[in-house]
């Protein structure tokens, strides 16, 4: 198993990943092509093993406008799951992170993905709140979470 950095040469393989876990709250083809427009500030973490993706995480790196690390988005493969790559990508993303002067870290989550709560909870996230609404398909509420290094 290694940590890389997406390169475009992954973009299939992620897009395909990003449908398997998110069904049809998956990122359209816009907002993909948005994102990696950008790859200075959205920087995207993989999970490859035998050169098969696994995992991603994906960040909003806002540097000195705001300084901090926006977690945009995580998805791990099914038949992965359980595995603690998202475990793997945090460590990953929050060393190389701080290794750049980075010291805040946001994202938030379902109120129901219990598995991405355990994940920010076992890096020392605080729950900081509540977007009401915030998702769709189903409508529910968002936890939002701040890591403070």
């Keep these: 198993m290694e940590i890389v950095k997406f390169t475009l040469k992954d973009k299939n393989e992620l897009l395909e990943l990003d449908k398997e876990c998110f069904g049809i709250n998956h990122w359209?083809?816009?907002l993909w092509?948005?994102?990696?427009?950008?790859?200075?500030?959205?920087?995207?973490y993989l999970v490859k093993q035998n050169?098969?993706?696994n995992a991603y995480l994906s960040i909003f790196k806002w540097g000195k406008?705001?300084?901090?690390?926006?977690?945009?988005s995580i998805g791990t493969?099914?038949?992965?799951?359980?595995?603690?790559?998202?475990?793997?990508?945090?460590?990953?993303?929050?060393?190389?992170?701080?290794?750049e002067g980075m010291k805040d870290f946001r994202g938030e989550t379902r109120v129901t993905n219990y598995p991405m709560q355990k994940v920010f909870s076992?890096?020392?996230?605080?729950?900081v709140g509540t977007f009401k609404e915030y998702y769709d398909n189903p409508t529910e509420d968002a936890l939002r979470y701040l890591l403070s290094i």
């Design 77 to 99: 493969k099914s038949c992965c799951r359980g595995q603690k790559l998202a475990h793997k990508l945090f460590e990953e993303m929050i060393g190389e992170m701080k290794q």
């Design 65 to 72: 406008e705001k300084n901090y690390v926006k977690i945009t």
């Design 51 to 53: 050169n098969e993706l």
């Design 122 to 127: 076992d890096f020392d996230f605080r729950n």
């Design 33 to 44: 092509q948005e994102i990696l427009s950008d790859l200075e500030h959205n920087i995207i």
């Design 28 to 30: 359209d083809n816009e």
